[in-house]
């Protein structure tokens, strides 16, 4: 019988079978033997190579064979959450249901797994060192040197053991991000070996995803990037049970063979990941590779076997549509589509509900301030998402894209500021306000219809303080929003400051523009239509962190319904525009 060998944190120990010398000496173990087994996700070689994807649908493949299983992503950045960050640079900022505002991953595990996370799945450096220091200057460490290990490293294990032990989860898989070799990382890193020793081999696995390039010129997969992402690992501790490789194409026999020879991984746990059509088929491929043997067989779960049939007609539901919708996505991130991401991926699922495929146009809105006459781009396209987005630049491209839409009768979605810009062009063109503004943008405006909320007027600091997190929401009837939903009430995620001044509400409704749904005891305005018009709505709350594969959000349906209905009909329509 063969024997794993690993290097423990003991210098001049050699550990048999995954044990460690506190194990061996009888100490019993911090967690319980019976809980939560855990998978580290690690990455080498280069960021962007779809790591949260490949998390995701490992999760999804273990939630296919019966396991209860969840996600936790941690980035080591020094911010206390993704929340104050600019989407170009980092991407989106993914609301929870409880207001955690966090890494876009955690949107990509939502989906894949069909379940709500929490605030608590996502943990950066900011908030371990914070929580440390609080401790520290409270006296709990009294007369001790406050260190990174053990003290930042006992803490980021506590908080993984906590998720995976509070909800009871099977198996709980922890993304850490960047890649393998950056200095931010190190504390987690250390934490996920020291949690090895802890827990024992059968209650964890050390996953790592890497990049395998082809070099055209060459004409083969390159696997040395690979071997030496995998020799910094192990340089600090970690040797990967298995082995993720990511490529534009499958990865041949004879490369697999190498790279489990020069990083110490059998051959069969070394599983290719070539670029799919759709991220959705990613499952499918990585069952088809058989990665859920090596999984399953070191996690000493047995007899189980993958439902996965169900899944893969959802996934294949994305490709092969002979109906392709063109989008036009008007906003100010339109550099960097995972400033969207949430949206794009909303779209689709919509989309493929409807047995289509949609195609995203990115527009800058500040284009539409240099040149009027560039709104015209927008009549090629089926349908107009207006997203979200903070502070004056671009605004008012984006308002002249609300009154485009309005007047031109083409089908609209406006999300949370485009909610706000919506209101805005409305009160200019249909109500004659012609310096209606928000009082974001313009805090002199004479006619504010987009306004502070109240309990904001006090707020001093920037993160975490803005309406955030899921509230209901209760529609009205007669309206486009009932016959989307068709129930009294939803869940809508917030991530705002301000909102609909009520105080023109009556004027607005008289003038044709419709507010169907509210929340807070009627204090919020959540979704607007526009009477008479083929597709006009816009919402406040966030439709699109709702949305699944399996389950596409029901407004984002209509708009894709509407979207279609001007595809068939040849983009002409006529519509009678409030006056």
Known sequence: MRRRILISAYPSKIVPNGTSPRENSGKKSPSNRRGTKYIFVTGGVMSGLGKGVTTASVAKLLQLTGLRVSCMKIDPYLNFDAGTMNPITHGEVFVTDDGGETDMDLGTYERFLNQNLARENNITTGQI?????????????????????PHITDEIKKRIREVGERSKFDVL???CGGTVGDIESLPFLEAFRQMRLEEGVQNTLFLHVTLAPQIEVVGEMKTKPTQHSVQELRRIGIQPDVIVARGTKPLPKESKQKIALF??????????????????LVPQTLYQEGLLSPVLG???????KCEIAKWNRVAESFVGSKRTLKIAMVGKYASLADSYVSVNQALSHAAAGNGSAVEIRWIEAEEFEVSEKKLSILDSSHGIVLPQGYGRRGTEGKIRTAEHAREKGLPFLGLCFGFQLAVVSFARTVLRLSKANSTEIDPETPDPVIDLLPEQRTVSEMGGTMRLGGHDVYIERPSKAWDAYRRRIVRGRHRHRFELNQSYLAEFERKGLHFSAFSDSSRRAEILEVKGHPFYMATQYHPEYASRPEQPEPIFLAFVTACLERMERGGKREVEVPA
Not at 134 to 148: A, N, S
Not at 263 to 280: K, L
Request: aromatic share 6%.
């Open 263 to 280: 990083t110490s991984v059998p051959p069969q746990s070394v599983v290719s990941n070539p670029d799919v059509d759709s991220i959705y």
């Open 173 to 175: 898989l922890v993304e």
């Open 298 to 304: 070191q996690l000493g779960i047995r007899g189980r």
């Open 129 to 149: 060192y914070r929580t440390v220091v609080e401790e520290e200057r409270r006296g709990r460490f009294l007369g001790k040197c406050v260190q990174i290990i």
